[in-house]
């Protein structure tokens, strides 16, 4: 019992001293922990690890992608799902093509199907590894990108990774890859969907802060189980009930439920990511071991991980870069509709009617429910115009995006489940680690000079940010008055010889009375932004700071204790 207590503690201690030397020395924590995991691997009195991938794939990756999406801006998800599906979909298929006829090629008697697959093992990035990215200078827009390819991007790999080990060894059906993708995506989906819903439905009604963030815990699991359970993506359900959970949570749970889901799951998160990569760099000897074992070749394999590194970045720039100039066409298409739409917007509700009533089949009359639709819609579509506009997506970005697509913890886990029978086993999954470990060092420690470098100088958002916070004071500001005008509370006393007057049971019955209209007013403010956000017309990083300050006051306000009505 001891030993696996202290592998723990020291694991805890090494992560906790990689973030903060990290920083220090100028290299990424994830890399610091690789680095030392190799090294420690490498001693000989310290045991080799091995690591059930299924503990990666099921156990580590659920609730890490969970926190993520519960954590990402949806509107910035929704914005960006052309180019996130894109990258987690048709890029990831492409390059295990490619990388399949290359492995097939250089790799004697492997053949096409397992070339594939380790192809699909190889082309996801990794949604840990891109956390190295957040810590660097890029824009905004490409984290949104890469947080939700790495959110999505899993699931198109191992359903292709099945598809191609079934064709491995039996037949394939191209058909039927494309109902079995199909199938584990919308099952997930659903499930994902009734989690989420429950979870919100069933915390709603705990009042304790503590027991509801333990119940937190295990939403990812209780939406990856089942789908896996009926052959569907675990990942993707369990991504699924987190945007679920993060769009609705701020309106159905309290600020102390979700300041402690926020404080409980960044630590969960950390440690996580943490082990994922230390576990990779002690993986190297026991990986190793095997290839030399079966005589495989260590040089060849690296040689030939090498080469698939390279494909990967070029295949993902050939990609990029047609994305990217497709995305500002639309962009500039969009930007050349905004004049109308906002002739639209400020026209009055009979000539919105009229144009409504002129473009609807049979003329019909729309509906008030109708014409709220159209002015919700006209108010997104503006939004999302000025938010391309502020954002644009250039040669700078596109080099983010391409060289930001490191390989991690998913590449090695999804090569070690390999069926026994796959022909030279121990030098594909050598080959998968070699990519991993090399993208990371390669990529991922030359991102932070590469964006220096590329970067143009970056411009004060000073007075934007100011100008945002300005504008959401006003909609917080006619949220209260609304509150306001609706409760004719008695004068409260205003100097010191009123208050001295003033009856004391009558002091403590008005200061309940104004807590309960405070938070009232709080109420009130929280709707009126997250209606905002759902229209995407703030910027989302100010409006979740101000989301922030409102939580803090309503907390600070509810541990003063006295009536709340």
Do not use: C
Request: net charge neutral; glycine share 8%; aromatic share 6%.
């Amino acid at each position: 019992m001891t030993d696996p207590l202290v592998v723990g503690l020291v694991g805890l201690l090494v992560i906790a001293g990689a973030a903060l030397v990290g920083p220090k020395i100028g290299v990424a924590a994830p890399l610091v922990l690789v680095a030392a995991g190799i090294v420690a691997s490498l001693v000989p009195w310290i045991p080799d690890a091995e690591i059930d991938p299924e503990w990666i794939l099921a156990g580590v990756l659920p609730p890490l992608l969970y926190a993520s999406a519960v954590s990402m801006p949806t509107m910035n998800f929704r914005r960006e799902f052309g180019a996130i599906s894109g990258l987690s979909v048709v890029l990831v298929v492409g390059s295990s093509l490619v990388l399949g006829l290359f492995f097939s090629w250089v790799v004697p008697g492997l053949g096409l199907a397992w070339g594939i697959a380790l192809g699909a093992i190889v082309s996801p990035t990794d949604a840990v590894a891109t956390s190295i990215v957040k810590q660097t200078s890029v824009s905004r827009r490409v984290i949104a990108i890469l947080d939700g390819e790495s959110l999505l991007n899993d699931a198109t790999a191992l359903v292709l990774l099945r598809t191609a080990i079934a064709a491995g060894a039996a037949s394939f059906s191209f058909w039927g890859a494309v109902g079995d993708f199909a199938y584990a995506v919308a099952v997930a989906v659903a499930i994902g969907l009734v989690v989420g819903w429950l979870n919100l439905r069933v915390r709603a009604r705990v009042t304790n802060a503590t027991v509801n963030t333990a119940l937190s815990f295990a939403v990812p699991f209780a939406a990856s189980i089942p789908a896996e359970g009926l052959h569907a993506s675990g990942l993707v359900a369990a991504v699924v009930a987190g945007l679920v959970t993060g769009i609705r949570a701020p309106r159905v749970l309290p600020p102390t439920h979700r300041l402690s889901d926020a404080q409980n799951w960044g630590t969960v998160s950390f440690v996580l990511e943490g082990a994922v990569f230390l576990v990779m760099g002690l993986e190297l000897a026991s990986i190793v071991a095997d290839v030399q074992r079966d005589h495989a070749g260590i040089v060849p394999a690296l040689l030939i991980a090498l080469g698939a590194l390279v494909l990967t970045v070029l295949v993902r720039a050939a990609y990029v870069v047609p994305l990217l100039w497709g995305l500002s066409r639309s962009a500039d298409r969009q930007a050349r509709l905004q004049g109308r739409l906002e002739e639209y917007r400020s026209a009055d509700r009979a000539a919105t009617s009229a144009a409504l009533q002129e473009h609807r089949f049979g003329n019909r009359q729309p509906s008030e429910r109708d014409l709220e639709r159209f002015g919700t819609r006209i108010r997104r579509v503006l939004a999302d115009i000025r938010y391309f506009s502020a954002a644009p997506l250039g040669w700078r970005e596109g080099t983010a995006v391409v060289w930001s697509g490191m390989r991690g913890a998913v590449t090695v886990a999804a090569a070690q489940t390999l069926p026994d029978g796959t022909p030279q086993k121990s030098l594909l999954v050598f080959v998968a680690f070699a990519v991993a470990v090399l993208s990371l060092l390669l990529q991922g420690g030359t991102i932070g000079p590469l964006l220096r470098w590329i970067s143009p100088p970056r411009s004060d958002d000073t007075a934007k940010d100011r100008e945002e916070r300005r504008r959401l004071m006003e909609v917080m500001r006619s949220a209260a008055e609304q509150v306001t005008a609706a409760s004719a509370e008695p004068t409260a006393p205003r100097t010191r010889e009123e208050l001295e007057a003033t009856d004391p049971a009558e002091l403590r019955a008005w200061f309940g009375r104004e807590k309960t209209r405070r938070l009232q007013v709080l109420d009130a403010q929280r709707s009126a932004l997250l209606d905002a956000r759902d229209d995407g017309v703030f910027d989302a990083d100010v409006l979740e700071s101000v989301l922030g300050n409102l939580d803090a006051e309503q907390i600070a306000l509810e541990l003063r204790g006295g009536p709340a009505g």
